[in-house]
């Protein structure tokens, strides 16, 4: 069908004319479309069943106007009953484009801008669970805002010129790296929590961010992923910009540090493994009659041959009285390996010298136990083999 010399397909039913723009940027569940006296146009087609093929048709049977479309919303609502199912959108010739909205499209798998788009102000792509790509070059002179999450992201491209870009939303998506480029010298918001990302990098100057979320991804650096974990609270975003900042200069060091605690029941054996880990003699021979066990804690350093690691070592005393100072030095981003053996059972009973010792679920569910509150709190996932 033809509306105002527009075409649309057929299948679009109570097609209204919208009063304005900005009218086409709202969701009511009402297709509409608007056109101006300079023959500028736009639509908001959501719910309204579209493929790829519709749009393509939409596109090519409105070609000689189409540097002039200004508003393109194809956006679903959460339970639509009739969505739209393109898989791809390009930006590439929409001169004019100036708002794209394809939100809630189960089958949307890229969104490209290979040639710049020079009014778009606003790119919005959330909820879209098969959107592996977005890919924008070249000019963005105007694009202030994009939001791209809950969706399968796992390639994000942004090179170019973005001078008014503040706020870009890429949370819950699959993306292992980020590249912000030197031009986002105005960004103010970025949120790319729940992702994979093992690296995260600024091109340029560190842009005044307001807000930088970087939360449960798995990032490489450990000092970064420390900061970025911390709860929020004043000073948290000024110290993870300073330390980009200092990184960009080149005033960070990697060091290689291993945190390794020994667990286990009194006279298991934990000290005479670190004893053979570094070469020293701090367990009590066998031959020995008065056989000391660990009171407290030893600590010890060694480094494996061939590496430049360093290892943290932390030998604890297995007497029940000790127990309750093991926490204090837990954390995720430790190894804990737990001794067994050396004739105990599995199960609550007392050693020779009288001293009890506990069966292999006490020691597991300790850690298990005193990780999971930190899970809670927001830190990596435990995994425990």
Same mark, same amino acid.
């Given at each position: 069908?033809?509306?105002?010399?527009?075409?649309?397909?057929?299948?679009?039913?109570?097609?209204?004319?919208?009063? *304005?723009?900005?009218?086409?940027?709202?969701?009511?569940?009402?297709?509409?479309?608007?056109?101006?006296?300079?023959?500028?146009?736009?639509?908001?087609?959501?719910?309204?069943?579209?493929?790829?093929?519709?749009?393509?048709?939409?596109?090519? *049977?409105?070609?000689?106007? %189409?540097?002039?479309?200004?508003?393109?919303?194809?956006?679903?609502?959460?339970?639509? &009953?009739?969505?739209?199912?393109?898989?791809?959108?390009?930006?590439?010739?929409?001169?004019? @484009?100036?708002?794209?909205? %394809?939100?809630?499209?189960?089958?949307?798998?890229?969104?490209?801008?290979?040639?710049?788009?020079?009014?778009?102000? =606003?790119?919005?792509?959330?909820?879209?669970?098969? @959107?592996?790509? @977005?890919?924008?070059?070249?000019?963005?002179?105007?694009?202030?805002?994009?939001?791209?999450?809950?969706?399968?992201?796992?390639?994000?491209?942004?090179?170019?010129?973005?001078?008014? @870009?503040?706020? %870009?939303?890429?949370?819950?998506?699959?993306?292992?790296?980020?590249?912000?480029?030197?031009?986002?010298?105005?960004?103010?918001?970025?949120? #790319?929590?729940?992702?994979?990302? &093992?690296?995260?990098?600024?091109?340029?100057?560190?842009?005044?961010?307001?807000?930088?979320?970087? =939360?449960?991804?798995?990032?490489?650096?450990?000092?970064?992923?420390?900061?970025?974990?911390?709860?929020?609270?004043?000073?948290?975003?000024? #110290?993870?910009?300073?330390?980009?900042?200092?990184?960009?200069?080149?005033?960070?060091?990697?060091?290689?540090?291993? =945190?390794?605690?020994?667990?286990?029941?009194?006279?298991?054996?934990?000290?005479?493994?670190?004893?053979?880990?570094?070469?020293?003699?701090? #367990?009590?021979? &066998?031959?020995?009659?008065?056989? %000391?066990?660990?009171?407290?804690?030893?600590?010890?350093?060694?480094?494996?041959?061939?590496?430049?690691?360093?290892?943290?070592?932390?030998?604890?005393?297995?007497?029940?009285?000790?127990?309750?100072?093991?926490?204090?030095?837990?954390?995720?981003?430790?190894?804990?390996?737990?001794?067994?053996?050396?004739?105990?059972?599995?199960?609550?009973?007392?050693?020779?010298?009288?001293?009890?010792?506990?069966?292999?679920?006490?020691?597991?569910?300790?850690?298990?136990?005193?990780?999971? #509150?930190?899970?809670?709190?927001?830190?990596?996932?435990?995994?425990?083999?």
């Amino acid at each position: 069908m033809t509306i105002d010399g527009l075409y649309f397909p057929d299948k679009i039913q109570n097609l209204k004319k919208a009063a *304005s723009f900005e009218e086409l940027k709202v969701s009511t569940g009402v297709p509409r479309y608007f056109k101006d006296h300079k023959d500028f146009w736009g639509f908001h087609l959501g719910d309204c069943g579209l493929t790829q093929e519709d749009w393509d048709e939409i596109h090519n *049977s409105n070609i000689y106007i %189409v540097e002039r479309l200004k508003v393109v919303h194809l956006g679903n609502s959460p339970d639509s &009953k009739t969505p739209n199912t393109q898989f791809h959108l390009g930006l590439s010739g929409k001169k004019s @484009l100036i708002f794209a909205d %394809v939100s809630h499209n189960s089958n949307l798998k890229s969104i490209w801008g290979e040639q710049g788009a020079p009014s778009l102000e =606003k790119l919005i792509a959330t909820d879209c669970p098969n @959107l592996a790509s @977005l890919k924008l070059r070249g000019e963005f002179p105007k694009l202030t805002q994009v939001e791209v999450a809950r969706g399968n992201l796992t390639e994000t491209v942004l090179e170019g010129q973005f001078p008014k @870009l503040r706020f %870009v939303e890429l949370s819950s998506n699959k993306l292992e790296s980020l590249m912000i480029p030197s031009s986002c010298e105005s960004l103010a918001y970025l949120f #790319a929590q729940q992702n994979q990302l &093992k690296t995260i990098e600024f091109e340029g100057n560190i842009p005044p961010l307001d807000i930088i979320d970087l =939360k449960d991804n798995p990032l490489e650096d450990d000092a970064l992923r420390g900061l970025v974990n911390q709860d929020d609270g004043e000073g948290k975003v000024e #110290a993870i910009l300073a330390y980009f900042d200092r990184q960009r200069k080149g005033l960070t060091k990697e060091i290689k540090r291993v =945190k390794l605690i020994f667990l286990g029941n009194t006279g298991v054996g934990k000290t005479t493994l670190s004893d053979i880990l570094t070469g020293h003699t701090r #367990a009590t021979p &066998k031959h020995e009659k008065d056989d %000391v066990s660990t009171h407290g804690i030893n600590l010890f350093e060694y480094q494996p041959k061939g590496t430049e690691i360093e290892v943290q070592g932390f030998d604890f005393g297995g007497q029940d009285y000790f127990h309750s100072t093991h926490f204090a030095f837990f954390e995720q981003n430790a190894l804990y390996i737990l001794l067994w053996g050396n004739g105990q059972e599995d199960k609550l009973d007392y050693s020779k010298k009288e001293e009890r010792r506990f069966p292999l679920s006490y020691w597991l569910g300790s850690v298990k136990y005193f990780l999971k #509150a930190q899970d809670k709190e927001g830190s990596q996932p435990t995994h425990y083999t």
